[in-house]
Nanobody
Framework: QVQLVESGGGLVQAGDSLRLSCAASRLTFSSITMGWFRQAPGKAREFVSC????????YYADSVKGRFTISRDNAQNTVYLQMNSLKPEDTAVYYC?????????????????WGQGTQVTVSS
C-alpha cells in the first residue's frame, strides 16, 4: 500500500516561508507524478503544483507562481514544496498526492494516492 506523509505545516505571518515535505513509501511505478493540492475552509480542493518523479516538467497554479517551488529527492523518496512570501489567502490544508495513471496532473480526480494533509495558516 502506497503511503504519503506530509509534514512542515504551521502558523506563520504574511511574508514568511515554509517548506512542506511529502515522504512517499512503496511507490514502485515507473511513471509517477507527485502533486500538491490545498483546500481552504468552505472551498473546493485546488491544484497547487506538480512534478514528475523522472524529472523535468513542473507546473504551478497561477496564484503561487513565482512564490512556490516544487522539488524532489529521489534518494529520499521525498517531494518538497518551498513556499515563500506567504499570504493569508494561502491558508489551507495542503495535501500531497501521487498519480500513476493517465490524465491531467492538474486535476485531483486523476490522482490515486493521498496523504493526510498538513495545515498551513498565514496570519496578516
Amino acid at each position: 500500500q502506497v503511503q504519503l506523509v506530509e509534514s512542515g505545516g504551521g502558523l506563520v505571518q504574511a511574508g514568511d516561508s515554509l517548506r512542506l515535505s511529502c515522504a512517499a513509501s512503496r511507490l514502485t511505478f515507473s511513471s509517477i507524478t507527485m502533486g500538491w493540492f490545498r483546500q481552504a475552509p468552505g472551498k473546493a480542493r485546488e491544484f497547487v503544483s506538480c512534478i514528475r518523479w523522472s524529472g523535468g516538467n513542473r507546473y504551478y497554479a497561477d496564484s503561487v507562481k513565482g512564490r512556490f517551488t516544487i522539488s524532489r529527492d529521489n534518494a529520499q523518496n521525498t517531494v518538497y514544496l518551498q513556499m515563500n512570501s506567504l499570504k493569508p489567502e494561502d491558508t489551507a490544508v495542503y495535501y500531497c498526492a501521487a498519480k500513476v495513471g493517465v490524465g491531467s496532473p492538474l486535476s485531483d480526480r486523476n490522482y490515486d494516492y493521498w496523504g493526510q494533509g498538513t495545515q498551513v495558516t498565514v496570519s496578516s
